[in-house]
């Protein structure tokens, strides 16, 4: 959110219901929060020995022609009203509303949030999995189209 940037990796076993995220790129574009987040898996016996190696590719903010209503709110009862048109970049092509409850480092515990902006397609299909350190808890993830500009 805003600056705060959190980095991090994780080896671990898959449940093998969030297969479906391996190979994958997510990304959730907002006015005042941005989430992006890769998965690769392997499905062997201690595959996952060699090291993580973390990088984090340079955010591409090219607008690709899509935009979105966007807002951040951090109480979910309060719904946040669409304040600006985000520009969708890279790969997002649809619009996605969340609301619910998450916790993130640094946080002193679970905050509520409501935000709108750009997401990419494989977001909406596969939905949020809880990342190592981030969870998402009740939420609603809502997707549609993006306008085409």
Same mark, same amino acid.
């Given at each position: ?16 219901? &969030?297969?479906?995220? +391996?190979?994958? *790129? ?12 890769? /998965? *690769? +898996?392997?499905?062997?016996?201690? %595959?996952?020995? /060699? !090291?993580?190696? =973390? ?10 022609? @899509?935009?979105?209503?966007? %807002?951040?709110? *951090? &109480?979910?009862?309060?719904? +946040? ?7 969708? $970049?890279?790969?997002?092509?649809? +619009? ?13 515990? =679970?905050?509520? @949030?409501?935000?709108?902006? %750009? =997401? $990419?397609? !494989?977001? %909406? ?9 981030? &969870?998402? @808890?009740? @939420? ?10």
């Amino acid at each position: 959110v805003g600056t705060h940037v959190i980095l991090t990796a994780f080896k671990d076993c898959l449940d093998p219901s &969030q297969k479906a995220a +391996c190979g994958r *790129e997510f990304s959730f574009n907002a006015p005042a929060a941005n989430l992006w987040t890769s /998965r *690769e +898996c392997c499905d062997s016996d201690f %595959c996952n020995r /060699r !090291d993580v190696k =973390v990088s984090v590719p340079p955010t591409d903010n090219t607008p690709n022609g @899509y935009i979105c209503e966007g %807002c951040n709110s *951090e &109480q979910f009862a309060k719904p +946040c009203k669409a304040t600006v048109d985000v520009k969708c $970049t890279a790969n997002q092509n649809a +619009c996605g509303t969340f609301y619910g409850t998450s916790w993130r480092p640094g946080e002193a515990g =679970v905050e509520e @949030y409501t935000v709108k902006g %750009c =997401v $990419t397609r !494989d977001f %909406c299909k596969v939905g949020i999995f809880n990342f190592q350190a981030t &969870q998402a @808890y009740d @939420y609603v993830l809502k997707c549609s189209p993006a306008l085409k500009v």
